[in-house]
């Protein structure tokens, strides 16, 4: 008996000093290059953090799914300079903790570029992290003015919260869905606030006044009645509803038969029609987004074919980002003259380089400053009988 | 003469303290000379934040038999006031100055908070204590949930349910541990001496019967209230530490989840055990993070299971059997022994025959 | 005078299914003296239950509901029977522990059956006609939560005071000891107190489901926290103090999300919630407990 209690005792002990070692001493080589043993290219790790799980999963697939296509294309060519593209996803929950453990990992493993997150919140949780790594972050989705703030190295593809907020008034004005206005957002959520403020800033400017707020949060999630009975009654003729598109489905589903006047989103209502249960409680929805999968621009139709054909589904605005974004790493990389042979200062070279390109994406041509946004023009669609179209005033 | 010293060494505190020390000393010896991993400088500062308010919330219900399912709350109190005095003086204090003085404050702020959540508490008990304290705790989630600053320097710093911007102050870990290591050597030590004072024996008198304690002329309002000031005060500190090490803070993190993971902690190392809290902060954190992450999927559903079977298990005789054989102390004792390589003498046996019985 | 109305509705409803959780905590706490937090979670099962049988097996609207108040049941029953009974004897906060560990069970595999996303319940009471009073309209599902709750209580109410195993029930939770005596069998009475509690949570979750529409696995975990607010906000042990909790704090949440701001009415409730608690601090119906040495 005595012998078992030692041999526990010990066996306990070990494991302990098991798990601190593998687990947490750094493997000490997450500067090297590795090089792929087929085609002889150097591994350049792009490594990007988003909702693999949870009620955002589609956006993280999306984008993930956007940016694999891309690195296979680009691979399949021959690579950039010597480099093969290797992209990497970590799943956060959509979680700012979880994003940076998930950084944490990247840096681990070495990652040598990194698409920061997928939504605003977690980007911006990441951004302070990476600070002193210096290291690029292009994140193609996460739209808020915090989530790259404060970093230098840190840019964005798609749009910024202010330019869509501003986009969105100017819209109202210009395609006249009504002059008394409702919002509806969440009050917790990075991309929902940004997008109303700037959108609320403009009302005197485009002529509309707005007649109703009404917010929820991640605690209040599950009923709407109320704010949807305070618009319906408010006599607004149309409602701004920045959010996402989980929520924005609860929201049609709750207002059917209640709220008679057109919805108006942005972005986040990409993938609102696999969300929703009854997709007729969607027409007539309008959406804001720079990426149609219908537009006949030779590039846009090459990437919805090689994407439709690879995942068995059309791409929405957060694939084109993902996508997007892998071709401005490798502008960045091929201007940077960075090669396999030579990656000195890399990280600081790739910051310079991306300041300095343009490039034609499935989302429009794209630029950036050097406060890390980057400008493009967005489109009105219209959800109709269970798909997206171009928005036609009526 | 030896002997006198190793008894000495021996004592709880003494031990727990050392054993605390030794810890830390790793691991500054790990993340100043870069040998860390990214993933292990991620989580000192979060289990270092766990280990103080585990310990600080086994004062009131390990200690005082009051079930609190509130914690949170104190630590975001400490958390929002003291990051907030951190972020106005971030260019007029140095670090060394800067943080100590909004620990204190945030530590102030959360005492003060804990005085008015402590007050029901004189009147209530059991689960309407923990329904109280639950109440308040999301009631200053969702108070700070509303909170703006749009006037003066701090404009736009804290934004309501968007949270706190604590980028200005973001400090890595490096800058952070030895603070860390300081609250949470403080925090033990202070609550060891309670444990061992007149006060401590006066608060455990008040939790295994109140009236029979009243009746021997024990403050049962003082003692009470002094409990969940303290608690409130050390969760407060280790709330702005916390607070320093992320680039943005949302309240609604410290909802009622948050204190019940602590509640967890305290129970699984033991009601009114010092190491025991510390020992569960830290391997309760690391199951789910780290040692799970493996089994991605299944990481959260293995820990609750791991939950239940331990729960069911510490009630079974015979798993207390043996428990009881590989205690801490022993493990200790044995380290000990071969480290200093004394011979094995019958002082030794006396007291390991002694813990056995 | 609209807006009143229908607030007045809603917090009613609301409150209905606050109330008919609030009856499973109290119920248990009462016989076994125990917190039952995975209590909240058995609404999330039953919710899936009744997606995965009308919305995948397409079984008609009324089966699925009673598919799903039979798994309740069950699963209430299992429960009790593989990690409550062990610790009859042990410190309640083991139990505690023990029945948070439930919870997170219960939420994880939820989560590895029908993933992290939100599924959409099905539109059960969509064929029951809205009924307009004036300008006041109320939705058929608002009225069968009301209606139908209000049958569920009665009947309660009467199970309790009148039958054999009801009385049993009374019997345990004024002394365990006593009852045994009296040739009651303690075990089989708490198994009974858990299976009727989750049949109730079952039914909560029907109405949960028809009126905020989607479903994750999470669901439970808010309903659950309040439904147990109620249960002390009544006095926890008492069934009338569960029932007038419930539909107090359903009530008190929704006049104050309509009248004051959707962003405080969570302060408001446990406000109003600290505030009963410290002048009557055994709740609105509770018995008051005298301390003796």
């Known amino acids: 008996m005595k012998a078992f209690r030692k041999l526990t005792t010990l066996a306990l002990a070990c494991l302990m000093v098991v798990m601190s070692v593998v687990g947490l001493v750094s493997c000490g080589n997450s500067n090297a290059w590795p090089v792929d043993e087929a085609t002889g290219l150097t591994e350049l790790y792009i490594g990007g953090i988003g909702p693999l799980t949870g009620d955002y999963a589609n956006y993280g697939e999306s984008v993930k799914q956007g940016a694999v296509l891309a690195a296979e294309e680009i691979n399949a060519a021959g690579g950039v300079n010597g480099f093969k593209l290797i992209v990497n996803y970590e799943d956060s929950q959509g979680a700012a903790d979880s994003a940076v453990s998930a950084y944490g990992k990247h840096m681990d493993d070495g990652m040598k570029v990194s698409l920061g997150g997928v939504l605003s919140g977690e980007t911006a949780s990441v951004v302070a992290a990476a600070k002193d790594d210096g290291i690029l972050i292009l994140t193609p989705s996460a739209s808020s003015v915090a989530a790259i703030d404060g970093n230098d190295a840190a840019f964005r593809v798609c749009f910024s919260d202010p ?51 009404q917010t929820f949060d991640d605690s209040t999630k599950t009923d709407f009645s109320t704010q949807i009975n305070a618009i319906a009654a408010s006599g607004a003729e149309v409602v701004f509803v920045p959010i996402y598109a989980a929520e924005a489905a609860q929201f049609l589903t709750q207002a059917e038969g209640k709220l008679d006047i057109p919805v108006f989103g942005c972005d986040g209502f990409d993938g609102l029609l696999t969300k929703i249960s009854d997709v007729s409680d969607a027409n ?46 490798k502008a960045a990389l091929e201007k940077a003259e960075l090669s396999s042979e030579d990656v000195e200062n890399f990280n600081d070279r790739m910051v310079a380089a991306i300041k300095d390109i343009t490039i034609v994406g499935t989302t429009g041509e794209m630029s950036w400053q050097d406060d890390g946004n980057v400008a493009k023009d967005a489109k009105l669609m219209e959800f109709v009988d269970g798909k997206v179209v171009a928005y036609v005033a009526k | 003469m030896k002997t006198n010293l190793k008894q000495k060494l021996l004592n709880k505190t003494a031990l727990t303290m050392s054993g605390i020390a030794l810890l830390y000393l790793v691991l500054c010896l790990m993340v100043y000379s870069g040998m860390a991993s990214r993933q292990l400088l991620l989580v000192i500062l979060p ?116 949270g706190l911007n604590t980028k200005t102050i973001y400090s890595n870990i490096k800058q952070l541990l030895p603070f860390l290591i300081v609250l949470v050597l403080l925090v033990v030590w202070v609550v060891l001496n309670i444990q061992k004072s007149r006060h401590g024996r006066a608060i455990m008198a008040i939790r295994d019967n109140r009236i029979a304690a009243e009746a021997t002329g024990i403050n049962v309002t003082y ?50 055990k010092v190491h025991g809290s510390v020992i569960a902060a830290i391997l309760l954190y690391t199951l789910p993070e780290i040692v799970l992450r493996e089994f991605s999927d299944y990481r959260m559903l293995a820990y609750s299971i791991v939950l239940i079977v331990i729960m069911l298990l510490s009630e079974n005789r015979r798993f207390k059997e043996w428990k009881d054989s590989v205690s801490l102390k022993k493990l200790f004792k044995k380290m000990f022994k071969s480290k200093t390589a004394v011979a094995v003498t019958e002082t030794d046996a006396k007291e390991g025959g002694a813990d056995e019985s | 005078m609209i807006t009143l109305i229908q607030a007045l509705l809603n917090g009613l409803s609301l409150g209905s299914i606050y109330a008919l959780i609030a009856l499973g905590y109290t119920m248990v706490y009462g016989i076994a003296k125990m917190l039952n937090f995975a209590h909240g979670d058995v609404i999330m099962v039953g919710a899936y239950a009744v997606i995965t049988s009308v919305v995948q097996a397409k079984m008609p609207g009324v089966l699925g509901v009673v598919v799903s108040i039979a798994i309740c049941a069950l699963l209430g029953v299992t429960i009790e029977f593989l990690a409550y009974r062990p610790l009859r004897k042990a410190a309640s906060l083991t139990v505690l522990i023990t029945a948070i560990g439930v919870s997170y069970l219960l939420q994880n595999v939820a989560q590895l059956i029908y993933g ?178």
Request: hydrophobic content about 50%; proline content about 3%.
């Open chain 2, 47 to 162: 289990i270092s934040c766990h280990i103080v308010l585990a310990v600080s919330l086994n004062l009131v219900v390990g200690f005082l038999g009051e079930l609190s399912l509130g914690h949170a709350g104190f630590m975001s109190v400490g958390l929002f006031t003291g990051c907030l005095v951190s972020i106005a003086t971030v260019d007029v204090l140095p670090m060394a100055v800067r943080i100590p003085l909004s620990m204190i404050i945030g530590g102030v702020a959360a005492a003060a908070v804990g005085l008015v959540v402590g007050l029901p508490a004189l009147r209530l008990k059991g689960d309407y204590l923990a329904i109280v304290t639950l109440g308040c705790g999301e009631i200053i989630k969702n108070v700070i949930n509303n909170l703006h600053i749009k006037k003066g320097p701090l404009a736009g710093v804290l934004d309501g349910a968007l």
């Open chain 2, 223 to 272: 003692y009470k209230l002094m409990v969940f000031i303290l608690a409130a005060f050390f969760a407060g500190m280790a709330g702005v530490l916390y607070g320093h090490g992320f680039s943005i803070i949302k309240s609604a993190e410290f909802g009622y989840n948050f204190s019940i993971e602590l509640l967890i902690i305290v129970v699984f190392g033991g009601m009114g």
């Open chain 1, 163 to 213: 330019d869509q907020g501003y986009a969105a008034a100017q819209y109202v004005r210009d395609y006249n869905l009504g002059t008394k206005v409702a919002v509806f957002y969440a009050s917790d959520n990075d991309y929902c606030v940004g997008l109303y403020e700037s959108f609320a800033s403009k009302k005197d400017d485009y002529g509309f006044e707005i007649v109703e707020v």
């Open chain 1, 284 to 329: 007539g929805v309008l959406m804001l987004t720079p990426f149609t999968a219908d537009s006949p621009e030779t590039n846009v139709q090459a990437f919805v074919t090689a994407y439709t054909a690879k995942y068995n589904t059309i791409p929405d605005q957060f694939a084109a980002d993902g996508y997007d974004a892998i071709f401005a790493i």
């Open chain 3, 116 to 293: 992290t996303e939100q599924k959409a319940f099905p539109e059960l009471f969509d064929s029951i006609p809205t009924l307009t009073l004036g300008e006041v309209s109320i939705e058929g599902s608002l009225l069968l939560t009301l209606g139908l709750t209000a049958v569920i209580m009665a009947a309660l109410t009467l199970f309790i005071n009148y039958t054999r195993v009801g009385k049993a029930m009374r019997a345990v939770s004024e002394d365990k000891e006593a009852a045994e005596l009296m040739g009651i069998s303690v075990n089989r009475t708490i198994t009974v107190t858990f299976a009727i509690g989750s049949v109730l949570a079952a039914v909560a979750s029907v109405f949960y489901g028809a009126s905020y529409t989607y479903i994750r696995p999470t669901t439970g975990a808010m309903p659950g926290i309040k439904a147990f607010t109620a249960a002390v906000f009544g006095g926890i042990g008492s069934i009338p103090g569960a029932m007038l909790g419930g539909i107090l704090l359903g009530v008190i949440e929704q006049m104050s999300k309509t009248y004051i701001s959707t962003k405080w009415s969570d302060a408001i409730v446990f406000g109003v919630l600290v505030l009963v608690l410290v002048i009557k601090p055994t709740g609105l119906l509770g018995k008051k407990i005298s301390e003796k040495v």
